[in-house]
């Protein structure tokens, strides 16, 4: 992979703590990367340090194999948009967008017709002459992303943007982002806790886990080859199970019930005590009792519709719950609390971290 941007073993402690350690990461020019993990887990820090807004305690950031780290933020040419609006209150939204580029002294019809062409890439034109407090949340938005990308910066960075705004609106927006980045080209680093925003947005993810870099992939890798239960667990949701590992290199395992299953992905994931079984909801399905070795016989404990999928809670011996996503497509009746089930599943589908 050509590297446009690249971060070297970046650390950062606050007073002795420790908040971002080790982080190495490429990204390619015109990528769209998320900075996905829990709060604290130092995407935030890191991508502080990439905007010069902070100093590493060390590492180095480089673009194009040249460090930033000398080049003041204000030359970097990195565009930033934060989780609360930052607009100017007193002045309009063309006023705001054409900003950048009035500090930057550039001539004044490049200054009208680049703020032209941002008003248009938000869609944003009939709204030009309002001021923030005349905008909802979604629209300011819409204004801060116009002025970050004014000046054509080659990387915009973009810290929870749409985390204060409700999910509608949030996927409005993202669809709109979506459109800047395909239409401009711009690399964009995203930072967000959300699984389903990141999922829907990028080209790949850096998962993060207490200021390390847990695992970095494309959307579908992260999701079908997750490399720890951190991992399986942050990105969608998932059955966990304690199981014995009889052969390793057969991924063969022991049920907590006794029964052996082949075939089953094993991977060395540093963050289990016990080996544990990884199922997706939705790999589960219902089964003719006994027609399938890999099989947990249990009763129906709730149940609740999705639109075009049941979510099921099943209850299984060992005083475990197995959570199912069936779809349903209104031929047959599905199973109720109270019932009892076959729940089938495939053990190639399966991960069992150790
Ligand atoms: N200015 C600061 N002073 C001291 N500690 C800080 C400072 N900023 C962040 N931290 C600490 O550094 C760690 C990483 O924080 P950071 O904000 O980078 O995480 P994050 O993943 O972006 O979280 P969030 O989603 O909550 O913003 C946390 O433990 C946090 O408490």
């Not at 941007?5 to 080790?22: C, D, E, M, T």
């Not at 180095?60 to 080049?71: A, H, K, S």
């Not at 979604?138 to 004014?150: E, H, L, S």
């Not at 930072?191 to 998962?207: F, G, K, P």
């Amino acid at each position: 992979m050509t590297a446009f941007l690249s971060i070297r073993n970046l650390h950062k402690s606050y007073h002795g703590n420790v908040a971002v350690q080790n982080v190495s990461l490429d990204i390619r020019k015109g990528e769209f990367v998320t900075f996905l993990g829990p709060s604290g887990s130092g995407k935030s820090t890191t991508l502080y340090v990439i905007a010069g807004l902070m100093e590493p305690t060390g590492g180095d950031v480089l673009v194009n194999g040249r460090t930033i780290l000398d080049v003041p933020s204000n030359h970097r040419n990195i565009g930033m948009v934060f989780q609360k609006y930052t607009l100017f209150p007193n002045m309009t939204v063309r006023e705001n967008i054409a900003f950048p580029l009035v500090v930057r002294k550039r001539p004044r019809d490049e200054i009208e017709a680049r703020t032209n062409e941002m008003l248009r890439l938000v869609r944003m034109e009939q709204l030009a002459g309002r001021y923030p407090a005349q905008m909802s949340g979604g629209q300011q938005q819409r204004v801060a992303i116009a002025r970050a990308m004014v000046y054509e910066p080659e990387i915009l960075l973009m810290d929870e943007p749409l985390s204060a705004l409700d999910k509608k609106l949030r996927e409005e927006i993202q669809g709109e982002i979506k459109r800047v980045h395909e239409r401009t080209g711009v690399t964009i680093l995203y930072v967000t806790h959300d699984q389903e925003e990141a999922l829907r947005l990028s080209d790949r993810i850096i998962l993060f886990n207490t200021g390390r870099v847990e695992q970095i992939g494309t959307c579908t890798d992260l999701y079908t080859s997750p490399r720890s239960r951190f991992a399986g667990q942050f990105l969608g949701n998932s059955n966990f199970m304690p199981v014995e590992i009889m052969d390793a290199a057969a991924g063969t395992i022991r049920l907590p019930g006794g029964a052996c299953v082949e075939n089953v992905r094993i991977c060395d994931s540093g963050d289990v005590d016990h080996p544990l079984l990884m199922m997706r909801p939705e790999d589960l399905t219902f089964r003719k009792a006994g027609d399938c070795a890999c099989s947990f016989d249990g009763q129906v404990r709730s149940s609740y519709f999705l639109g075009n999928v049941m979510n099921y809670e099943i209850g299984i011996p060992g005083d475990y719950t197995l959570t199912m996503r069936v779809y349903i497509d209104g031929t047959e009746h599905p199973p109720q609390t109270g019932d009892r089930v076959s729940v089938g599943w495939l053990p190639h589908k399966a991960i069992v971290f150790r």
